[in-house]
């Protein structure tokens, strides 16, 4: 069989050779035509365009000029030695400038003649000039041809050196689609392009790198985005089915005795209408007789830990024992501490066991476990170890599950011979559009509300220069007998300096708060787990009036009568973790406040952030305007996610497009769940190409 067009080798292209593709695989990692074609230019300049000098302004990427060189000269010595050109145009001059090949501009240049100019304009000293512009003697051509959007592509140094400039990205890629005769088969059916009037796979592509004009390559565009989309949003409805075939689930079908009366005596207050829903939903789930896998998403402070708590009790009633994983020893103590609580009239087991559980203690638990008299287990990673064995595990619960990985939940997947009903929680409330792209093989469920009481949290901006005045309003907070957190940021790369921020840091306080007045704990996560745990506990038990400490509070640290959160060097924090790091407070009846303090240094970003956390305390909200700022790679838990099979989708602007790409995908599974039908042939065969080797990795959340 001759290989199919796409998976030619690149060096057979024309004007690419050995050595450029020895360059394109190492640098881009095109290997084949097809990789080359996945190159989607980043954006496109409009040559259209004629503007005069006095019309540039900071804000243009691109400029295209007309005008003549009214003069020319070397100045600068060795490395600053350059070619300057002056351009004159009906508005006025430009500086064009050289520092490389400038014999050879020297030569072509010539006065009087009118050329055409594009480049970048760069404000040096108040003033524009256009370093390495491209420059043409004007012709009918070159004001005529431009009728074309050109595309701009990414490039490295490395490339650059071998010609391969955007300009020559373009012109091998230009080859290639020029070569372009039905050659790409088709990837969507008929049906799904027709009704969403989706132009060809091959059409498309011509147009994403050639458009003729803007209209043609906005179809280009939503015809590329909707496949990408439409392809990770098949393969985890896929992963979905094939798990639902594959694994049934343990059959919950009662709420028994130990439900019942922690519902009805123990549980100390009314749950709210979210978590009610969210524990409904849950009963449908685990009643099904499908394995449930199920996402519960919830703002800091919305109530997770009961709705986890109600859940494993319907395990318990059927005869199941339960457990719950938390990423850090200080949040599975937490979620021991409440739960215990919660528990303490009733005769539900519940045991802790994490890293530093010593021998005896952890034999005990083992053997309990097995013996099946142990109902719930609490714990970190150490839940996940080989001789961790259960009598008949019915509910894993995963408490902020991005910080875990997939291997990991495997493993708990496993501690039963049927996978036991697994529900994820997190506290980092993802855009929906992510959520369907990360989750979109899960079900979601989300508790969008606070229990009653809460009051919001005031958050404000300050700057270092009105410390003192933040001091003093702590100290009248303290007056009224609250609690305060000062958090400074945590960098991995430069630990080191962390500490001495936070050494500093804790020394200025201690010297503005001072004993035997004020009482000032600190925590960090350089620390001895002991003395953690006993400077934390100082804190829990009101014996410390402030806290400084790094992120490590982050997460699980429950204290009602802090009302305080400062954060030093708020610039430096991301926006979920200024959101988390807010969530300290504000759980008490107390009015709470969060002050964000910053130099006067700010970056654009950095500002839109603590604008932000001023704005609104809705974590999804938050979480937006975090998508939007980050992009989609660099949240959390997107590694494992189809996000890598997207190229020109973007999650933060497609929202739309991503709606209709499930529903399609949904839509086409529902029909024909095994893509058999002559329709979606084509489906099929694209879905086979892109999921090459992982097909039978069936998903574990
Ligand atoms: P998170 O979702 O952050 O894990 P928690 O489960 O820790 O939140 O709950 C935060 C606090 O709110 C806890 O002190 C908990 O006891 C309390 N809480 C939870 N649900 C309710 C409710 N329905 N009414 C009043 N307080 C509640
Ligand atoms: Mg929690």
């Known amino acids: 069989m001759p290989t199919p067009f796409i998976d030619t080798p690149v060096e057979y292209l024309k004007g690419v050779g050995p050595q450029r593709a020895d360059i394109l695989k190492k640098e881009l990692q095109v290997f084949t035509y097809g990789d080359l074609l996945l190159q989607y230019p980043f954006r496109y300049v409009d040559r259209t365009k004629f503007y005069t000098v006095k019309e540039i302004d900071p804000e243009m990427s691109f400029v295209q000029l007309k005008g003549k060189i009214i003069d020319m000269y070397i100045i600068g010595e060795r490395r600053a030695k350059r070619l300057v050109a002056l351009l004159q145009d009906s508005s006025g001059t430009i500086e064009l400038v050289w520092f490389q090949g400038i014999k050879w501009i020297e030569e072509k240049l010539k006065p009087g003649i009118e050329y055409v100019v594009f480049g970048r304009p760069n404000l040096y000293k108040g003033k524009f000039n256009i370093p390495h512009p491209e420059i043409e003697e004007k012709s009918d051509e070159n004001t005529k041809q431009a009728s074309a959007l050109q595309a701009i592509y990414n490039t490295t140094e490395k490339l650059k050196f071998k010609g391969l400039d955007s300009k020559g990205v373009a012109k091998i890629i230009k080859t290639l689609v020029s070569q372009l005769n039905n050659s790409l088969p088709e990837t969507l059916s008929p049906a799904v392009m027709q009704q969403y009037s989706l132009i060809p796979h091959e059409q498309a592509m011509v147009n994403i790198h050639l458009p003729s004009s803007q209209e043609i390559l906005k179809k280009a565009q939503t015809r590329i985005k909707f496949e990408e989309l439409f392809f990770v949003q098949l393969k985890l409805l896929r992963l979905k089915l094939v798990r639902q075939k594959q694994y049934s689930g343990f059959v919950f079908a009662k709420v028994g005795d130990t439900f019942n009366t922690f519902y009805g005596k123990h549980l100390p207050f009314p749950l709210t209408n979210a978590q ?58 937490q979620h021991l501490a409440s739960l215990s609580d919660l528990l303490k009239n009733t005769s539900v087991t519940i045991e802790l066991l994490v890293g530093s559980t010593k021998t005896a203690a952890r034999k005990k638990i083992h053997e309990q476990l097995r013996e099946g008299s142990l109902n719930i287990l609490v714990g970190t990673h150490a839940l996940l170890e080989d001789e961790v064995k ?312």
């Open 276 to 333: 009610k829903r969210v524990i409904k939903e849950i009963r449908v789930d685990i009643g099904s007789g499908k394995q449930m896998n199920r996402l519960l998403q919830g703002d800091v402070g919305s109530g997770k830990t009961v709705v986890a708590l109600m859940t494993m009790l319907i395990a318990l009633d059927n005869g199941f024992q339960a457990c719950i994983m938390a990423p850090t020893e200080i949040l599975a103590t």
């Open 390 to 701: 259960f009598k008949n595990l019915g509910m894993v619960v995963i408490d902020e599950q991005h910080r875990f990985g997939v291997a990991q939940r495997a493993k708990m997947w496993k501690k039963n011979i049927q996978p036991p009903h697994v529900l994820v929680m997190t506290a980092t409330p993802i855009p929906r559009t992510l959520a369907m792209t990360l989750y979109g093989d899960l079900d979601v469920s989300v508790i969008d509300e606070l229990p009653p009481g809460r009051k919001p949290i005031s958050t404000v901006h300050r700057f270092e220069s009105q410390r003192l005045k933040v001091f003093q309003f702590m100290k009248d907070e303290i007056q009224l007998g609250r609690q305060i957190y000062v958090v400074y940021p945590l960098i991995e790369e430069s630990k080191k300096l962390d500490l001495k921020n936070l050494m500093e840091g804790h020394e200025v306080i201690s010297r503005a708060f001072p004993l035997p007045k004020y009482n000032v704990c600190i925590v960090h996560g350089q620390m001895k787990a002991a003395d953690k745990g006993y400077e934390m506990q100082r804190f829990v038990k009101n014996q410390a009036h402030i806290m400084v400490a790094t992120t490590v509070i982050e997460v699980g640290v429950n204290v009602p009568n802090a009302s305080v959160m400062i954060i030093e060097n708020a610039e430096r924090f991301g926006l979920s973790q200024l959101h988390q790091l807010r969530g300290r407070v504000g759980r008490g009846a107390d009015k709470s406040y969060c002050i964000l303090l910053s130099s006067y240094k700010l970056s654009k970003e950095a500002k839109l952030r603590l604008e932000t956390m001023v704005r609104t305390n809705d974590g999804f909200e938050i979480a937006e305007v975090d998508l939007k700022l980050r992009g989609p790679g660099d949240m959390a838990g997107t590694q494992q996610s189809g996000i890598v099979d997207l190229h020109l989708a973007d999650l933060a602007k497609d929202s739309q497009l991503l709606q209709y790409a499930r529903v399609a995908a949904i839509d086409v599974l529902d029909k024909d769940p095994e893509l058999e039908a002559p329709e979606n042939k084509v489906i099929r065969s694209q879905f086979v190409v892109l999921n090459k080797g992982r097909l039978n990795w069936s998903r574990i959340s």
